[in-house]
């Protein structure tokens, strides 16, 4: 019973998110547009982290899972109706049924392999969306589109401020699921395969099905993360299916801490803060940050800058 006492109820870390990005959609009328970009970002490597953290999985193309989901509800959008929350759910279909599809392939082979092939399968939806001129837009990308008001009632205007709270929503709803599977029987069984996968297969857990049902969950929330960048946009490009969108949600997600979920939100935070403060400082040296960033937080893990800083504290 004291075991199941400490577990966090799922609605706390939704709930934090929830109030944090609320004060700072009201604290910053004028970066709404950087806050909205944040938090689909950080929807994306919520998903990945889902993979890589609580799975164990290696991959490299959760671009092809974000890409999927951006141009489902790009097309949607253009061609059957603009309703945002229908494109959602077209986005969020399309992203799993990809991962489902890949995934029953991909998770057949474990390391190198497997990271070669999510790239591989990355670049071959790329490939397609580059010669689908008529549906994508080819290289010049998909555009002419925007959503309706966000139940008929709130316009997606100019200065972000819908599509800010409309991102957070999905965010938080997103971190609510992504909590409460991490956290169920399912979840745990998912995270012993990621410790020891031979000991749960011979207790009897079916490896290969779990870990594609925590893939396509990852995929459903990537294809969420990319019909919200859609609808903000109303534009995408193939860099939505790029490798450098998968390596910098690697990156973000390293950055804050693979398998604890909030790490994913605060290594998105980061990233997307320093991107931005460098980028409009040096836009053609930004990188150099990054990078000087990521060195750190191989140098010294973020567990052990915490202990130190909490020590420092107690001895002050």
Same mark, same amino acid.
């Given at each position: 019973?004291?075991?199941?006492?400490?577990?966090?109820?799922?609605?706390?870390?939704?709930?934090?998110?929830?109030?944090?990005?609320?004060?700072?959609?009201?604290?910053?009328?004028?970066? =709404?547009?950087?806050?909205?970009?944040?938090?689909?970002?950080?929807?994306?490597?919520?998903?990945?982290?889902?993979?890589?953290?609580?799975?164990?999985? /290696?991959?490299?193309?959760?671009?092809?899972?974000?890409?999927?989901?951006?141009?489902?509800?790009?097309?949607?959008?253009?061609?059957?109706?603009?309703?945002?929350?229908? !494109? =959602?759910?077209?986005?969020?279909?399309?992203?799993? #049924?990809?991962?489902? /599809?890949?995934?029953?392939?991909?998770?057949?082979?474990?390391?190198?392999?497997?990271?070669? @092939?999510? &790239? *591989?399968?990355?670049?071959?939806?790329?490939?397609?969306?580059?010669?689908?001129?008529?549906?994508? $837009?080819?290289?010049?990308?998909?555009?002419?589109?925007?959503?309706?008001?966000?139940?008929?009632?709130?316009?997606?205007?100019?200065?972000?401020?819908?599509?800010? @709270?409309?991102?957070? +929503? %999905?965010?938080?709803? $997103?971190?609510?699921?992504?909590?409460?599977?991490?956290?169920?029987?399912?979840?745990?069984?998912?995270?012993?395969?990621?410790?020891?996968?031979?000991?749960?297969?011979?207790?009897?857990?079916?490896?290969?099905?779990?870990?594609?049902?925590?893939?396509?969950?990852?995929? +459903?929330?990537? $294809?969420?993360? #990319?019909?919200?960048?859609?609808?903000?946009?109303?534009?995408?490009? =193939?860099?939505?299916?790029?490798?450098?969108?998968? +390596?910098?949600?690697? &990156?973000?997600?390293?950055?804050?801490?693979?398998?604890?979920?909030? #790490? +994913?939100?605060? !290594?998105?935070?980061?990233?997307?803060?320093?991107?931005?403060?460098?980028?409009?400082?040096?836009?053609?040296?930004?990188?150099? %940050?990054? !990078?000087?960033?990521?060195?750190? &937080?191989?140098?010294?893990?973020? *567990?052990?800058?915490?202990?130190?800083?909490?020590?420092?504290?107690?001895?002050?």
């Amino acid at each position: 019973m004291s075991d199941v006492q400490r577990v966090a109820p799922p609605w706390r870390l939704p709930l934090v998110v929830l109030v944090a990005g609320l004060a700072a959609w009201v604290a910053l009328p004028d970066q =709404l547009g950087l806050l909205t970009r944040l938090f689909t970002t950080a929807l994306l490597v919520l998903s990945l982290d889902l993979v890589v953290g609580i799975a164990g999985l /290696a991959t490299l193309g959760q671009a092809a899972l974000f890409g999927a989901g951006a141009y489902a509800a790009g097309i949607f959008a253009l061609r059957v109706m603009a309703d945002p929350l229908v !494109g =959602l759910v077209v986005g969020v279909g399309a992203g799993a #049924g990809v991962a489902l /599809a890949s995934g029953a392939f991909l998770l057949r082979y474990h390391g190198f392999t497997l990271l070669m @092939l999510t &790239v *591989a399968v990355a670049q071959i939806l790329a490939s397609l969306a580059s010669k689908a001129r008529d549906w994508t $837009g080819g290289d010049d990308g998909l555009s002419g589109f925007a959503p309706a008001p966000l139940f008929g009632l709130f316009t997606f205007d100019l200065e972000g401020r819908t599509a800010a @709270l409309y991102a957070l +929503a %999905v965010l938080v709803a $997103g971190l609510y699921v992504a909590r409460r599977v991490v956290d169920s029987p399912f979840g745990l069984s998912v995270r012993g395969i990621h410790e020891n996968r031979l000991r749960m297969a011979a207790l009897g857990t079916p490896v290969f099905t779990r870990l594609l049902a925590m893939y396509t969950l990852s995929g +459903a929330l990537a $294809g969420a993360a #990319g019909a919200l960048s859609a609808q903000t946009n109303a534009i995408v490009g =193939l860099d939505s299916l790029g490798f450098a969108l998968s +390596a910098e949600a690697l &990156v973000m997600l390293v950055l804050g801490g693979t398998g604890r979920l909030s #790490g +994913a939100l605060i !290594g998105a935070t980061v990233f997307t803060l320093l991107h931005h403060t460098a980028a409009s400082i040096n836009p053609y040296h930004w990188l150099f %940050v990054i !990078g000087a960033a990521l060195m750190a &937080v191989v140098l010294v893990p973020p *567990a052990k800058a915490w202990a130190w800083l909490k020590s420092r504290g107690a001895g002050g």
